[in-house]
């Protein structure tokens, strides 16, 4: 027997005779059980789950407690005994969603507050303070930024760079000057462009992240910086809390962006964000529109811009992908700059490009 008389157990997450009970039992507290998860305890009354969590990499989500077994503090020992399994694993920063009402039970735990979704979710890490040892190891400046710097961001996933990206660069290089710029003070009209870390696309986060920079080198008031777990990644995407799919990317979208608001840029004295018109797809274009609800409310602006066009149609990655995908090479060299074309003749990115042919998914 374990703690309180209940027993434990590990789940085998790719069994789907052990994870339907569990996938079962988050359906009926309004949770789900998502699909990156790697690791799964539960804790039962005899053959009944009371009590489940996982781990999904560094986040801890899917927690569910049986309403009549709540109060016994089983939240405390399913989160004691998954941080545990996380720091055997190597995971020393650890994350966990939590809604609002439940945040001093977490808090409790030694987890800190990163930032919130009001009235909706609350994004919590251990150890506290990440976000700003992040943001100083990026460059930020905590007493002058939020009162002083005045400048742009743009994120980008770059899966891979393309010249629509370099001319959205562009445009946000010369709009931060022409707003901005300052021969006096140069924290002044800087571009800070933050690169998605997440390692989910085709292309790995350190190619991508190296493509920005080599194709951004020669624009010198433009920063690169990796976005971490702190911007558009699985840290700021809580979506088993979600049971209605249209709302999945608004919940996803307002996490990210009231903690993008928030915390980072005052740190990096942003008072812009520029973006570029999504055409194609539409998570993308959603999450632009939750922008221009949630980022004026912070005093940050919003400009959209309309994308590089050749032969009629937006340049993207998409694009780029669906060429390399039918070998048609040299109408990729007329749509990437020089130096992500040289990336994409490398030794190095030979695995990542036949790895793109034999896929027919489109991810991002």
């Known amino acids: 027997m374990g703690d309180y008389g209940f027993n434990t157990e590990i789940i085998q997450t790719d069994e789907t005779a052990e ?39 560094g986040v801890i989500k899917c927690v569910g407690v049986e309403p009549e077994f709540q109060g016994l503090a089983l939240t405390n020992t399913i989160v004691s005994h998954l941080e545990m399994e996380a720091y055997r694993r190597n995971r020393e920063r650890l994350f966990v969603f939590s809604r609002p009402r439940n945040r001093a039970a977490f808090e409790d ?36 930024s939020a009162t002083e710097a005045a400048n742009v961001a743009l994120v980008m996933n770059c899966n891979p760079f393309t010249k629509g990206h370099r001319y959205l660069v562009e445009q946000a290089s010369r709009r931060a000057e022409e707003l901005y710029g300052s021969t006096v003070d140069e924290s002044r009209g800087v571009v800070h462009l933050f690169v998605v870390s997440e390692d989910r696309s085709l292309f790995p986060a350190a190619h991508r992240l190296r493509m920005v920079r080599e194709g951004t080198a020669d624009l010198s008031n433009v920063r690169v910086h990796p976005g971490g777990p702190y911007i558009i990644s699985s840290a700021t995407f809580p979506t088993y809390f979600i049971r209605n799919p249209d709302d999945i990317v608004r919940t996803h979208a307002g996490l990210d962006l009231h903690i993008f608001a928030s915390r980072i ?6 008072k812009r964000r ?30 959209e811009i309309h994308r590089l066009e050749q032969g009629g149609r937006a340049v993207s990655a998409s694009t780029v992908r669906d060429l390399i995908r039918q070998e048609r090479m040299d109408e990729v060299k007329k749509i990437v700059p020089e130096t992500t074309w040289r990336y994409l003749g490398s030794a190095e990115a030979r695995p990542v490009i036949e790895r793109l042919k034999k896929e027919k998914d489109r991810r991002h």
């Open 265 to 270: 840029a005052p740190l990096f004295g942003i």
């Open 19 to 57: 994870r339907k009970p569990v996938e079962d039992f988050l359906h009926r507290l309004s949770l789900s059980y998502d699909s990156d998860v790697d690791y799964t305890v539960v804790m039962k009354e005899g053959s009944r789950i009371v009590a489940t969590g996982s781990l999904a990499g």
């Open 274 to 303: 520029m973006v570029g018109h999504e055409p194609y797809c539409p998570v993308t274009a959603a999450y632009n529109r939750a922008m221009k609800d949630i980022l004026p409310t912070y005093g940050i602006e919003l400009e």
């Open 109 to 144: 735990l030694g987890f800190q507050s990163v930032g919130e979704y009001p009235e909706e979710i609350v994004l919590l890490e251990k150890p506290g303070g990440g976000l700003l040892e992040w943001a100083m190891s990026e460059g930020a400046d905590q007493e002058r």
